[in-house]
């Protein structure tokens, strides 16, 4: 009975203490091209579609932030290579993202380079169809988030990068070229 009254304790009051270490708090929001394509294939293909992601940004240093994320990615094939042969291979995902990254970047003002890697979970349909390869998934599987880019601004308050979504499980990986605002958040 004590230790569940300590719990309940700790649990009630946890929302009413902050980290130390977090020196601000943001969100980000981002839209841009989805692309997907497959690991293996003998034709050059890439298909297309659309993505869009939210970030709570918590800033710890000025040159690295923690980012949980949420978000989604749509792509579709067009029966093409990138030569625009007909092809029959493909690696479309249809998923909501939802994750962790760490963002660490240059913290110059006006133009600021950065980096990024995490892991995450999607959750939606797959599907890997190459000569090596022949996946139709649905589901929950886990990805390795990578993006590299430029926050942009007086306050770097812009991201203008490029966002990639490993899935090993579906031997392909989603991506985006986006383009992001980043809006702060004051007395949280």
Request: charged fraction near 20%; charge should be negative; hydrophobic fraction near 40%.
């Amino acid at each position: 009975m004590k230790k569940t009254l300590i719990l309940l304790i700790i649990l009630l009051t946890s929302n009413l203490v902050e980290a130390q270490f977090i020196k601000e708090k943001s969100i980000s929001a981002q839209v841009g091209y989805g692309l997907s394509a497959p690991n293996n294939g003998a034709d050059d293909v890439v298909d297309n579609g659309f993505f869009a992601q939210g970030e709570l940004v918590l800033k710890v240093k000025s040159w690295i932030e923690f980012r949980p994320y949420a978000g989604f990615i749509f792509t579709n094939s067009n029966g093409e290579d990138l030569n625009g042969n007909p092809t029959n291979e493909k690696g479309e995902t249809k998923a909501f993202l939802l994750g962790g990254k760490v963002r660490v970047r240059a913290p110059i003002p006006w133009v600021a380079p950065y980096v990024e890697i995490g892991v995450g979970t999607s959750i939606g349909k797959f599907e890997t169809l190459t000569a090596f390869d022949n996946i139709d998934k649905s589901g929950i599987i886990y990805h390795v988030p990578f993006s590299f880019g430029l926050e942009l601004g007086k306050n770097n308050n812009v991201d203008l990068g490029f966002a990639y979504y490993i899935q090993p499980s579906v031997e392909q990986y989603a991506g985006a070229f986006a383009v992001g605002i980043t809006f702060p958040l004051n007395n949280i």
